[in-house]
């Protein structure tokens, strides 16, 4: 079993973490069971936000009664000190818990710090001092956010995307964070959706000891997948290295993460999904990606405004509009019949 510790915080945990961004999509009833499955199991690390809908009242509810016995992690969106207060009462509420193991800030546009105006970094201070928070962590998707993040010293973990698609400048930030005794938590560990063997990155996340993968789930088959790996760890062999090498080699270049951060579209398109359906639809063929309501879906890439707020959004700065005309325009040939997928 491979175990990962997140740095000066001290909190060791198998190398499987609970992504529980995607059990806002499933009933509550589900959500408990899987959450509680996974932790039966020996997963005991489990990441929500504020901004998950009903994610965290799903799992306040599965470990009510246990709760020493499991790490939660959730995150703020506040860009003032009073909404702060407010998102941890509702979080620590919707938890049933009187303190957070990792507190994070979510994707801010700037790395908050003391004396910087805005009161975030002095109120994370003062409920950490009340014991409300035990660590303070920050996520983020931009690079230099992030190298700001370790630079600081302010904070105990960082969260970015982070799997066998990612670059040198990622691979940095994993050093650094080693180097600075700071835990380091992948996101995007199967790059929304686009990488579709868990056991190759896995086995391309254990050869990082300083790094713990969340993985979003919201199926019990691939809550079990990840299970499985807890008793055996899948491993890198010159197989998985191959299919590796043919996966960046086949997603270089710009490509939508999925991520969100782009939303909402005043013209109400769905962009994380529009703007890569043709790399869905080519690597994890589905139905659904066909029916009349994803063909709705991608038909209001035509009332797109061109207003540029999604690329000015984008945190890896991607010319968004282009991507959503692209996908558009091979969707249509891929519905006409002109080009076949398997």
């Avoid at 306040?60 to 506040?78: H, L, M, N, Q, S």
Wanted: charged share 25%.
């Amino acid at each position: 079993m491979h175990t990962v510790t997140l740095g000066k915080t001290g909190i060791t945990v198998n190398k499987n973490g609970f992504g529980a961004l995607p059990i806002q999509r499933i009933s509550k009833e589900n959500a408990v069971k899987m959450a509680r499955k996974a932790y039966q199991a020996g997963i005991t690390y489990f990441d929500t936000a504020r901004w998950y809908t009903d994610s965290e009242e799903k799992l306040g509810e599965a470990f009510d009664g246990i709760r020493d016995k499991v790490y939660i992690a959730t995150k703020t969106g506040a860009s003032t000190a009073e909404v702060f207060w407010k998102d941890l009462e509702i979080s620590l509420n919707n938890l049933r818990t009187d303190y957070i193991d990792v507190y994070q800030f979510h994707n801010p546009p700037v790395c908050p710090k003391p004396g910087d105006g805005s009161g975030l970094y002095e109120a994370m201070l003062e409920a950490k001092a009340q014991g409300k928070v035990r660590h303070i962590g920050i996520t983020n998707h931009r690079l230099a956010v992030a190298q700001e993040a370790i630079t600081s010293g302010l904070y105990e973990t960082l969260q970015f995307p982070f799997c066998y698609l990612s670059g040198d400048q990622e691979l940095e930030l994993v050093r650094r964070c080693r180097e600075t005794d700071m835990g380091f938590i992948a996101m995007k560990a199967l790059s929304g959706g686009l990488i579709t063997n868990s056991a190759a990155a896995y086995a391309f996340l254990a050869q990082y000891d300083n790094v713990l993968p969340i993985w979003g789930v919201q199926r019990e088959t691939e809550l079990d997948e990840f299970i499985s790996y807890i008793g055996q760890p899948p491993e890198m062999t010159d197989e998985i290295a191959a299919l590796i090498a043919q996966d960046k080699e086949e997603l270089s270049g710009d490509f939508c993460r999925g991520c969100g951060y782009c939303m909402p579209c005043p013209a109400g398109i769905e962009i994380h999904t529009c703007a890569r359906m043709s790399l869905l639809i080519r690597r994890s063929p589905s139905k659904a990606q066909l029916t009349e309501q994803a063909q709705e879906m991608m038909k209001k890439i035509e009332g797109c405004l061109h207003c540029g707020q999604c690329k000015g959004k984008c945190p890896y700065e991607l010319d968004t509009p282009a991507l959503l005309q692209k996908n558009y325009e091979d969707y249509k040939k891929i519905l006409a019949g002109d080009v076949q997928v398997d």
